[in-house]
């Protein structure tokens, strides 16, 4: 079984958790001056990479709060946990973002 470290509950098994998908998606400034395809662009496209990806994830069975983490997706190994709103400060941090 895979532990994530919550980093308000500590190690808790895969089961309790749920992705919420890629991180750092910043919502438009001006969304009803967007035309439909960027609106469209926005609420479905994301990348899924193969390697280091920065995913948001819930702790939903334990606290209920979100947080980021960076993690490889082939090997499903966790690399770094962060709270909502900052950045990772890992040297990975580019290639995830990039």
């Known amino acids: 079984m895979l532990l994530i470290a919550c980093p308000h509950c500590g190690n808790r ?8 998908g890629q991180a750092h998606i910043a ?6 001056a967007q035309s439909d ?8 496209v ?3 990479p193969r390697g280091v990806h920065a995913e ?15 993690r490889d997706t082939v090997s499903d ?3 770094e946990i962060y709270p ?3 950045q990772p400060i890992s040297e ?6 990039a």
Do not use: D
């Open 13 to 20: 098994p895969e089961t309790e958790f749920r992705c919420g």
């Open 27 to 32: 919502r438009p400034e001006a969304p009803s």
């Open 37 to 44: 395809e960027a609106w469209a662009e926005y609420l479905f």
């Open 46 to 48: 994301r990348k899924n």
């Open 56 to 70: 948001r994830w819930c702790h939903v069975h334990g606290c209920g709060r979100w947080f980021n983490a960076l």
């Open 77 to 79: 190994r966790f690399i």
């Open 84 to 86: 909502m709103g900052a």
């Open 92 to 97: 990975l941090q580019s290639e995830a973002r």
